[in-house]
């Protein structure tokens, strides 16, 4: 995701003219779209991603002009709205591919998660039983602990349609935490490759006169 942050950033800063830049984050929004299976949701989900990403690039350029110098603060404060819409598509793909592998295989708890809890029961009832009474006592916990998760398994399956979007919304706030406190690291990061652009050569500050209206009192 700060991968795709930095690389919008020098898009609408250093890509001339800004129809260009729309044109990648279209093509971008298109090759995402390959990936899913195109339904309604997903042309959706890109379609508000595309439409975000050309608002982030017209409202940098834009304020890029504005500017007496040159800064790096338009495009921080521009990826606030970029960062919802990578989220909303990180949340909106485990949303496909999850419904998708429920309609295929049904909702099922994953055997990793299964095997470590009943390596945590092991252990307790390794610690309070003899070993004599110890290979029974697991044999009837995991004979137990299937029999529950059989009993789950069945008791949710009517209701296994809204566990994708239960999940991907559980997923979105956290998500939306994360970045925020990490929000400063891509910023740095483009002020760094700025910095690395200036001084080999490829971009330089270039000054510029302009005329400008004001209102006063005559």
Same mark, same amino acid.
């Given at each position: 995701m700060f991968a795709v942050l930095v690389s919008s950033g020098l898009i609408a800063v250093l890509v001339r003219p800004i129809w260009t830049g729309i044109i990648a984050f279209a093509l971008s929004g298109l090759a995402m779209?390959?990936?899913?299976?195109?339904?309604?949701?997903?042309?959706?989900?890109?379609?508000?991603?595309?439409?975000?990403?050309?608002?982030?690039?017209?409202?940098?350029a834009k304020e890029m002009t504005q500017r007496i110098?040159?800064?790096?603060?338009?495009?921080?404060?521009?990826?606030?709205?970029?960062?919802?819409?990578?989220?909303?598509?990180?949340c909106g793909s485990l949303y496909f591919g999850y419904s998708e592998y429920i309609k295929e295989e049904g909702f099922s708890i994953p055997e990793f998660y299964i095997e470590k809890l009943m390596e945590q029961m092991e252990k307790r009832v390794g610690e309070e039983l003899p070993t004599s009474q110890r290979r029974l006592a697991i044999a009837e916990l995991r004979e137990e602990l299937n029999k529950m998760i059989n009993n789950?398994?069945?008791?949710? #399956?009517?209701?296994?349609?809204?566990?994708?979007?239960?999940?991907?919304?559980?997923?979105?706030?956290?998500l939306?935490?994360?970045?925020?406190?990490?929000?400063?690291?891509?910023?740095?990061?483009?002020?760094?490759?700025?910095?690395?652009? #200036?001084?080999?050569?490829?971009? #330089?500050?270039?000054?510029e006169t302009k005329e400008v209206q004001r209102l006063v009192i005559s």
């Open positions: 779209l390959m990936g899913w299976d195109v339904t309604i949701g997903s042309c959706i989900l890109v379609l508000i991603y595309i439409l975000i990403a050309i608002f982030y690039t017209v409202s940098v110098k040159f800064s790096v603060s338009p495009i921080s404060e521009g990826q606030a709205i970029l960062t919802i819409a990578l989220i909303l598509l990180v789950f398994t069945e008791r949710i #399956k009517s209701y296994e349609k809204f566990i994708p979007i239960a999940i991907s919304l559980g997923l979105f706030m956290p939306v935490t994360i970045t925020r406190l990490l929000f400063w690291i891509p910023t740095g990061i483009l002020s760094i490759i700025f910095q690395m652009l #200036k001084a080999m050569g490829i971009t #330089k500050i270039v000054s």
